[in-house]
Structure formats: C-alpha cells, structure tokens
C-alpha cells in the first residue's frame, strides 16, 4: 500500500475536511514474551493435582465440598476485572489458548496458531505496559463461576521475566465437579478466603502478576471437568476437548479494541523490569515540547482504519489524520509526534480516536503555566493533600474546575462561584486540578486522602 506520508513540523491555521492516511513514526506488534517452558510442568502439575484430590476427600468428609451435579449449571463470566481506579478502555489481550494439536504441531480451537505445543490453559496478558498496571494492581481476578476453594498457592516471586520456580494460584471447585486453576497470582494478594470457602461468580480471588514458570503478568486458566479431562472453555471448529462452549457469552476470536490512548514525552518503551519499560507518560506539554502521541490496540485487524484528531481548548479540529492497519496483530501499538509551536492557544487538548464504532479521548494541557504566569494570577488552594473540601481563593467571579487522575482521565468537573469544593466523591490519590477563568487558567497537582 502506498502512504502519503505526513509530518506535523509546525502547527496549521486551518484544516482541510479530507483526512489523511499516514504512516506512524513508530509502534508496531507488541510480541508477548514468552519462552519454550509451559506455565506448568508435568510434574508441577502432576503435585497440584494430588494435592487437590487429598484436599477434595477431606473437604468433603467435612461437608465443605458437596458431590458434583449437572454439569448445565455451570456457565462462566470473564475472569478478569479493572480495579475501580483503573480508567482504561480496556486492560489485556489473549496470546495463548489450548494447543489441541497432540503432535509437535500447534493449533488452538478456532483452527488457529495462538498456542505453543502443548499448552494447556488460556493465557491472558495485561496490555499496555503490564508492569505498570501490576506495579498498580490494576487487573483484578475474579471467580468464573461459583464455587469452593479447594486449594491456595502463595508467597512465591511474582515480578520476573523467566521460568523461576512456583506460581501462586487459587483453584476453585464448581457445583459439577469442575475445578478451575487461575495461575501466576501476585505475591499476598490472593483471596482472604480459606480452603473450603465459597466464593461467588465475579468474587476477587488475587491480582495479575508474573510469579512462577512467566515471562509477563497475565492470567492462566486451566479447567478440568469432574473425570479430571482437560476443558477449552471456548468452543469452536478443532476443539477436541468438548463440545460445547463453557462462557455465559463466548467472546469471538478477534475482538478489536483499542485498549488505550495517550501522550507522552518520549517514545514508550516496552520490556521486563530489567530492561525498564517506561510509559513516559506526560499530559503537561509547552511551547518547544515534543508530543508523542500513541495508540494502543487488541486484535486490530488488517485493513481496518483508525481515525485520529486532535482539538484545541474550544473544540476546533487542529489536526486529523487515518491509519489503515496492514496485518492483523494480537497487540500493536503506534505513535505520532511534533514539536509545538508557540502560537497555539493554551488550554486543555483532547487527543480522539474512533476505532471499531468507539470514540475515545484524552486531555491533556497545553502551556497552561505560561499562561498562568503572563496573566499574574493570584488563585490558591487549601489544605493540600485534601480529605471531603477544597477551598480556592483568588478568584471573585464564574469558573470552571476539572481534577484529573494520573491516567489522564477526568474525574470530576463543575462550573461553580463557590469557592468551596466538595471532593469527596473521588477516590483517594494524586491528582491535577485545572481551574479555568473566563481569560486564565491554573493548574495544580494536590492529593486526595
């Protein structure tokens, strides 16, 4: 395909209604890591499943555990949920499914290549920046389905990038007798609950983490029905485990997203602690700042478009172009840049894609304190850090509050002359704080306790 290839070296006056399809600067396929190790080996996997058969036995001379039932009863959620703190559209992809090729080949049930030979679990990775979002506790694990648990695996190393000893883990037992294990826990985090408590479909069971034979935090499901026979919870043409899907709502093979979008001072960089990934994120930018901008996507698919666009503080287009995606990835990621001039109007910018019929956005400030300081304002606030009420000073006539989180999103807003904000409905953290008067802006970073 033939790209007209298109660098912003200065910002435009006007804009033409055409879009243009152009070529990024950078990103492409993010390569889940991985190695030849299974997330288990036959004799790791061999152990968990004796101590489970020991444990179920005495679970059930205790009453804790009842005899399996109708295997139509059990119908499972997703297993994996956002922390509440965690405002990204969406937070993982899907690298491996079950191999069901029982050769040295590889072929996952849909008849595809998303497997490694003899792979026995789904693995779902946290994406973007894995390690950010488990330095944060961003993606929670929750319970398929209702259930006891029936064994707990913890206190193992949970943030490296290799096969390194034991995983921790909690495995659930469902009224038909099915056992599911979900793997790579991080260290402390699992569930409170103990060995033969019941949990509910959608419950907390621990956070997404990298402990055990991983090399990234993700999630490994692995299910086994009563008989103890390995189950691919998705159903589909080269299944050869079962028949029938194991999901409330199969999700389809592809399900493009993207899962974020953001600014940066500097290029990202992807990798293991050892390597430092670093998101470089940065939502302040002034006159003479490169910007990054970056989008970051699950199952895009080839020849799909993305539309991009950038909007001044007033909701004028200031720029606006498309790309057409080449080749179908599990995660890609690609980035756009310029240098900013000084001729653009200060304010809060809304960086916006529409990707797969979603509309996404976000802001971030654009030589706010420049103009902070030619206007000579005078706006203070009080106390900081802040518990339920802020309290501004400075200011005598109509203006306009915006607070922030560090993801990029906007938390709260409010046109007020009240010089008492009432911030209790925010969660606890740090935050920036933009408050807009008819001609001057303030911006402050304070935290929320």
């Known amino acids: 395909m033939k790209y007209i290839i298109f660098i912003i070296l200065s910002i435009v006056t006007s804009i033409s209604n055409a879009q243009n399809i152009i070529a990024p600067e950078g990103g492409g396929e993010y390569i889940v890591p991985q190695n030849d190790d299974n997330c288990l080996n036959d004799i790791d996997r061999s152990n968990i499943q004796n101590r489970l058969t020991i444990n179920q ?44 090729d029982s050769t040295v080949g590889i072929k996952d049930f849909n008849c595809g290549s998303r497997t490694y030979d003899g792979h026995k679990g789904i693995d779902i990775f946290s994406w973007p920046f894995p390690w950010y979002q488990y330095e944060n506790n961003s993606i929670e694990i929750i319970a398929a389905a209702d259930g006891v648990i029936i064994e707990k695996d913890d206190g193992f190393e949970d943030d490296h990038c290799e096969c390194i000893g034991s995983w921790n883990a909690v495995y659930v037992q469902h009224t ?5 294990w979900y793997g790579h826990m991080k260290i402390g985090s699992l569930t409170e609950k103990a060995i033969g408590e019941s949990v509910e479909q959608g419950e907390y069971l621990g956070i997404v983490a990298s402990s055990g034979c991983s090399t990234g935090p993700h999630l ?34 592809r399900e493009p997203k993207l899962n974020l979008l953001h600014t940066h001072d500097a290029v990202p960089e992807h990798g293991c602690p050892t390597v430092n990934e670093d998101p470089h994120f940065q939502n302040e930018f002034y006159p003479g700042d490169r910007i990054y901008t970056a989008f970051y996507y699950k199952d895009a698919l080839a020849g799909s478009i993305s539309n991009y666009r950038i909007l001044t503080p007033d909701g004028e287009v200031w720029s606006e172009w498309e790309q057409e995606m080449e080749t179908t990835f599990n ?12 001729d653009a109007p200060f304010g809060i910018w809304t960086l916006e894609a529409t990707y797969s019929g979603e509309v996404l956005t976000h802001e971030y400030s654009y030589g706010v304190y420049a103009n902070v300081e030619n206007n000579d304002i005078q706006i203070k606030i009080y106390p900081n850090p802040a518990k339920n009420l802020l309290n501004i000073t400075g200011i005598n006539n109509t203006f306009k509050i915006i607070i922030i989180d560090l993801s990029g999103k906007t938390v709260f807003t409010e046109n007020s002359k009240n010089n008492k904000v009432d911030i209790t409905s925010i969660a606890a953290g740090l935050y920036t704080i933009q408050i807009q008067t008819e001609d001057k802006l303030y911006v402050e970073k304070f935290i929320k306790n």
């Open 331 to 342: 995660a890609s990621w690609w980035y756009w840049s310029e240098i900013l001039p000084d």
């Open 220 to 253: 490994h499901l692995e299910v086994y029905d009563s008989e103890i026979k390995l189950i691919e919870p998705f159903t589909g043409e080269c299944n050869r485990f079962n028949e029938d899907t194991w999901w409330e709502d199969q999700q389809d093979y």
């Open 57 to 100: 036995t005495h679970l059930q001379r205790k009453g804790l555990l009842n005899p399996p039932s109708n295997r139509e009863d059990i119908q499972f959620a997703w297993p994996l949920q956002a922390a509440e703190t965690h405002a990204w559209n969406n937070y993982y992809g899907i690298s491996n499914y079950i191999d069901q």
């Open 176 to 180: 038909d007798g099915s056992v599911a």
